[in-house]
């Protein structure tokens, strides 16, 4: 794939984008976290070979089953409680210094697993799924942008419990940490939209869903925020895409300072976990931002998680929810 691998060269993947949607042409677009790996592909030079998307029922494979009936076998190594403690102190000290108001710290988790990359990608259910070159999946609840019909819309995605907790659904929604942090990330993502779209506004304020997963369900709260796009905005998707990259809710607010936090805490790459990918079908645009990942490296599978950090976070608690947040969200079926 030739093209494949000239557009993973090229940094500036807004000009390839912008072409593309000028020419009405569908294309599959992968950007990583700080945008340094791109890909630009129209759909009809992609092969499942390399690459398998399933976007919102929208997918380049045919689903079979290409795995034996067993004990599937999907937990999380523990993250060393050391190592995520000096990074969490490292953000609380950047929070009380009011250098940032909300940062998401993430983590890779080890995997044990006896399921391959391309096994978990046909076993998950989720409404966005990418396998990519057997480099990583993701199965992700998360939308990142919809475009249709001239409006963008964006559903910024913060909150979770263990749905099997009595009363979660009233402890999530009456939980202030929680709801302050949707607040910011709200606001962040209506400011965001502000830069691309005219009237702006928050149709549906945190509401809440449920996720299966192997080791259980889960509830999430998201809210739902859309504005106008100006009529020629095929002509400047890629545009369009990058004011909003990274997306708000992976990193945090103020975008800019936040994200040279996360970059010193962290110590790691995060490489493609919450970035972004998607599709533009010639008209219309459906992408997601890639959160529960699962990434080959020389020692083994990692998932790569995180979560939100405000100055009223709490250690243990944020441990605890990055770990819970390690699941496959399994299908009831093989096929």
């Known amino acids: 794939m030739h093209y494949l ?7 500036d993947y807004r000009i390839e984008m912008n072409k593309l949607g000028r020419q009405g042409v569908p294309f599959l677009f992968i950007i990583d976290f700080l945008s ?14 390399e690459i398998m998307f399933h976007i919102d029922g929208h997918q380049n494979y045919e689903s079979k089953k290409i795995f034996p009936d067993e004990e599937v076998v999907f937990e999380a190594v523990s993250l060393s409680h050391e190592r995520y403690q000096k990074a969490f102190q490292n953000v609380m000290h950047h929070l009380q210094r009011g250098d940032s108001y909300l940062l998401n710290l993430t983590m890779p988790v080890k995997l044990k697993t006896n399921q ?10 989720a409404r966005y799924k990418l396998w990519f070159k057997d480099r990583f999946t993701v199965f992700s609840p998360e939308t ?3 475009i249709e019909d001239g409006m963008i819309h964006a559903h910024p995605m913060k909150g979770t419990i263990d749905a099997t907790i009595p009363e979660a659904m009233q402890k999530l929604l009456n939980d202030e940490k929680e709801l302050a942090e949707h607040y910011t990330i709200v606001d962040l993502l209506r400011n965001d939209l502000s830069m691309v779209a005219e009237n702006v506004r928050v149709d549906r304020f945190r509401y809440v869903e449920e996720i299966y997963s192997k080791a259980g369900r889960i509830l999430q709260t998201s809210s739902h925020i ?3 796009l100006p009529s020629d905005f095929a ?4 545009d369009i895409i990058s004011k909003l990259l990274p997306a708000g809710s992976i990193s945090g607010a103020p975008k800019k300072k936040t994200v040279e936090i996360i970059l010193e805490a962290e110590n790691y790459e995060r490489g493609f976990y919450t970035g972004i990918f998607g599709i533009f079908d010639g008209l219309s645009l459906n992408s997601a931002v890639m959160i529960r ?10 998932f790569k998680a995180g979560g939100g950090i405000t100055v009223n976070s709490k250690l243990t608690d944020e441990y605890t929810e990055l770990m819970q947040k390690v699941y496959l969200p399994i299908k009831h079926n093989n096929n």
Do not use: W
């Open 116 to 125: 391959s990359l391309e096994q978990i990608f046909h076993r998950s259910n």
């Open 293 to 302: 990942f699962v990434e080959q490296t020389l020692d083994g599978l990692i």
């Open 226 to 228: 859309s504005g106008k």
């Open 235 to 238: 002509s400047n998707i890629g």
């Open 36 to 49: 340094l790996e791109p890909y630009v592909i129209p759909l009809k030079d992609i092969s499942s070979n």
């Open 144 to 146: 990142f942008v919809r």
């Open 5 to 11: 691998c000239a557009m993973s060269k090229m940094k």
